[in-house]
Nanobody
């Protein structure tokens, strides 16, 4: 089974940027997607962005559209989440997950999850 490892989290001031990485342990082919989710204390896990491995087609939550960019490097089996103009409300543990094309914005649609990386945005 593919394993996912996130990295790149940290502490940043409001208005700053971070780049998260999600490395897959095995090659992914064809009809798979990788999604980024986040979970703040006391809140449900929330969809952030999604990318299709084969086509590169992306989809974003309204709350991050225009500030975050999801991309992938097929040769490195890695998906990135570039986060710009960060806000305190972006503070959360960020998770990447992998699923089939049927996986969209709900966590239940994804089969494999990483361990998460903490992002903290100070005001």
């Amino acid at each position: 089974q593919v394993q996912l490892v996130e990295s790149g989290g940290g502490l940043v001031q409001a208005g700053g940027s971070l780049r998260l990485s999600c490395a897959a342990s095995a090659r992914t082919f064809g009809a798979y997607v990788t999604g980024w989710f986040r979970q703040a204390p006391g809140k449900e896990r929330e969809f952030v962005a999604r990318i299709v491995w084969s086509s590169g087609i992306t989809y974003y939550a309204d709350s991050v559209k225009g500030r975050f960019t999801i991309s992938r490097d097929n040769a490195k089996n890695t998906v990135f989440l570039q986060m710009n103009r960060l806000k305190p409300e972006d503070t959360a543990v960020y998770y990447c997950a992998m699923g089939t094309l049927a996986a969209w914005t709900t966590p239940e649609g994804y089969d494999v999850w990483g361990q998460g990386t903490q992002v903290t945005v100070s005001s």
